[in-house]
């Protein structure tokens, strides 16, 4: 890697930084190609990204973000995973780190908060926003719902008893 490639990755890791909702350092010592391709995918599908980055360009990409609280965390072989959805990346990150004991999750930062690792799993384990939004879109239909049911209850038992007293007549 040159200069100039050095320079533009620093830039970009600087932009993710300062711009992502959520950033997560993970060590991810052993993990074959396949594996990190996997992670790579599953991180897409999500809207999430993931970056394998050297240590000292991720510590001066840190530099005067609000995320510089984590630069203790870039030891070893590291991978960042980063998303504008805070709940994105350490969800995907977090059931990996599960399946696979050679990915550990060693912390992150969402904003100017540092999180370790039980903060990243935490995070994981809240609902995404599109699962927040359906939860309140139902909140809201499920009492007009009822209130339709209620106004239709009256006109439905006028019809019912009109009907028994008609089938009455025609018995007797």
Do not use: W
């Amino acid at each position: 890697m040159d200069r100039a490639q050095k320079a533009e990755l620093v830039t970009t890791l600087n932009s993710v930084f300062s711009n992502a909702g959520c950033v997560v350092v993970a060590h991810n010592l052993g993990l074959t190609v396949s594996q990190m391709t996997d992670l790579r995918v599953r991180m897409s599908q999500e809207g999430a990204s993931l970056k394998v980055a050297k240590n000292r360009l991720a510590k001066l990409a840190l530099e005067g973000t609000d995320a510089e609280g984590i630069k203790e965390l870039f030891v070893g072989p590291t991978t960042i995973a980063y998303s504008d959805d805070p709940i994105s990346a350490p969800k995907v990150v977090a059931k990996f780190a599960k399946d696979n004991e050679k990915f550990v999750v060693v912390g992150g930062t969402m904003g100017a908060t540092v999180l370790d690792e039980a903060g990243v799993k935490a995070l994981a384990e809240l609902p995404s926003l599109d699962e927040l939004r359906a939860k309140l879109v139902g909140m809201i239909q499920t009492p007009a719902t009822r209130i339709a049911g209620v106004l239709q209850a009256p006109g439905g038992q006028v019809a019912r008893v009109l009907n028994a007293y008609a089938t009455r007549d025609e018995a007797a």
